[in-house]
Antibody
């Protein structure tokens, strides 16, 4: 069955970077796009960007342009999301989510369990 | 950005009730609207995509309708496991945005 396992909880200081990983199993990794979505405490979901798992080409939300980097490792069926210049407002649960299509449809049919990132001095 | 506004923000209902949640877009989005369910401490789960298509494995008591700017998610007969938060998401714009959520609570 399709499954995603994300890396564990992170605590970071303001100005630092964090890298969250998402390991996929149960399907052909390069056949589906992958997205990253975050949810700050009590807030709505916020889309961060996506990667074409086939060719590795990422696209980022303008809200995170310059701070976020999404990559994939096909040999490990893993997607990574790195967020830099962290500030307290980046405290959130970060999710990876699979797209129904190989290119972006925007329909997130499977999700990772989420990774809590806390930014505190 | 396309703004998504859900109403109500919270709702109390009883098992067996019929419930409707509304989502309004700040501009027309055709039928490019998805609905997700999220339980506390869990990842969202896809219920409905492109306004009215039921995701595989989702019970038929869930249905979606609408196009343009106004959309609804209906649960025909609430079950105990349906008490959760619900989010709409527009995928018309390449910058996807979500509604603020509707928390469905037990009366």
């Amino acid at each position: 069955q399709v499954q995603f396992v994300q890396s564990g909880t992170e605590v970071k200081k303001p100005g630092a970077s964090v890298k969250v990983s998402c390991k996929a199993s149960g399907y052909s990794f390069t056949s589906y796009a992958m997205h990253w979505v975050r949810q700050a405490p009590g807030q709505r979901l916020e889309w961060m960007g996506w990667i074409n798992a086939g060719n590795g080409n990422p696209t980022y939300s303008q809200n995170f342009q310059g701070r976020v980097t999404i990559t994939r490792d096909t040999s490990a069926s893993t997607t990574h999301m790195e967020l830099s210049s962290l500030r307290s407002e980046d405290t959130a649960v970060y999710y990876c989510a699979r797209d129904r299509g190989s290119y972006r449809l925007g329909i997130f049919d499977y999700w990772g369990q989420g990774t809590l990132v806390t930014v505190t001095s | 950005d396309i703004q998504m506004t859900q109403s109500p923000s919270s709702l109390s209902a009883s098992v067996g009730d019929r419930v409707t949640i509304t989502c309004r877009a700040s501009q027309t989005i055709s039928s490019y609207l998805n609905w997700y369910q999220q339980k506390p401490g869990k990842a969202p789960k896809l219920l409905i995509y492109t306004a009215s298509s039921l995701q595989s494995g989702v019970p038929s008591r869930f249905s979606g309708s609408g196009s343009g700017t106004d959309f609804t998610l209906t649960i025909s007969s609430l079950q105990p496991e349906d008490f959760a938060a619900y989010y709409c998401q527009q995928i018309y714009s390449t910058h996807y945005t979500f509604g603020q959520g509707t928390k469905l609570e037990i009366k």
